[in-house]
């Protein structure tokens, strides 16, 4: 592929072949059938999964991912990437060179009044490494897109090219729009608001993982490593939501999707998705959208 990104695929025949590499602007598709750990760094980089988890280690700090994350990270740093059994997994790789990030300014994507505004907003950046949900950021249709090309071997290299620099348009709206949110931590120091912004990112990717169950605000809270107060608190000030809140807005809209899917009743809806009996998700549901489950089936019926 011509053009300012490389193409690397890395599978069980060949899992070591990014260790030792210079990954800058590269976009590395990845199918493993068999257990593998590789260690490398790793520049400015988002990672999709399309199939199973992985396990991540960066600075003593463990994550695992799974479908429903994505993961960025925005430093340079020591990576380790592994899956112990044996199990499926694919997925794509974008890594960045930070100085075509400098190049791609904020000024061609928000204009001036961003900088005028907020003056500090090009130093050290907020987010370092980050597991968020999918939903959080508008990129799964472009990473969507990459991965099936790559995954049948396609090679459109302007639309690749185009493609690319449309999600890193779409990180950089994201560093904006988690700068400006963290003013509302009322915290002074940088490290303060990374560590709060990494936590509360955790809970948020807990409650997508687990809406389904019942879970509490107790066990929401201590997927965050915070007091209960602290947080609530740094939660609703970033997000503007409560918890509570948060988890009833993502199990009322994975109820919606299930219900226009017309595969399942108001009840199983109501139970796939976490809410204590139908009369409870009937009252959510009204509540939020405006109109009721059984209005939907109607319709579709």
Do not use: W
């Not at 999709?48 to 994550?63: D, I, T």
């Not at 930070?98 to 090009?122: A, C, M, Q, R, S």
Request: hydrophobic content about 35%; overall charge neutral; glycine content about 4%.
């Amino acid at each position: 592929m011509e053009g300012v990104f490389k193409i690397l695929k890395n599978s069980d025949s060949s899992f070591n072949s990014i260790e030792g590499i210079d990954l800058k602007n590269t976009v590395c598709f990845f199918e493993h059938n068999q257990p593998f750990r590789l260690k490398y760094v790793s520049p400015i980089s988002i990672r999709f999964l399309k199939k199973g988890h992985v396990n991540y280690k960066s600075e003593n700090l463990y994550k695992n991912m799974n479908l429903n994350k994505l993961f960025l990270l925005v430093e340079s740093r020591d990576f380790e990437s592994y899956v112990d059994e044996k199990t499926p997994v694919s997925g794509i790789s974008i890594y960045f060179d930070p100085l075509l990030i400098n190049e791609f300014d904020l000024v061609k994507n928000k204009g001036h009044n961003y900088l005028i505004d907020y003056p500090d907003i090009n130093s050290e950046p907020l987010v370092t490494e980050l597991l968020i949900p999918k939903g959080d950021i508008t990129l799964n249709g472009y990473l969507e897109s990459i991965y099936f090309l790559l995954n049948c071997g396609l090679y459109n290299s302007a639309y690749m090219e185009s493609t690319l620099f449309n999600i890193l348009r779409e990180l950089l709206n994201f560093h904006i729009d988690t700068f400006i949110k963290s003013e509302n931590l009322l915290l002074r120091k940088n490290g303060s608001k990374k560590e709060i912004i990494r936590r509360i990112h955790l809970a948020k990717c807990f409650i997508h993982d687990y809406y389904d169950q019942k879970i509490t605000l107790d066990d929401i809270t201590k997927s965050a490593y915070l007091s209960k107060y602290l947080f609530q608190r740094y939660f609703k000030r970033f997000f503007g939501i409560s918890p509570t809140q948060y988890l009833i807005q993502v199990r009322l809209v994975k109820a919606q999707d299930l219900i226009f899917e017309g595969m399942h009743s108001i009840s199983e809806v109501a139970s796939k998705c976490g809410f204590n009996s139908p009369q409870h998700f009937n009252y959510s549901f009204k509540s939020h959208f405006g109109y009721c489950p059984s209005s939907v089936e109607d319709i579709l019926n």
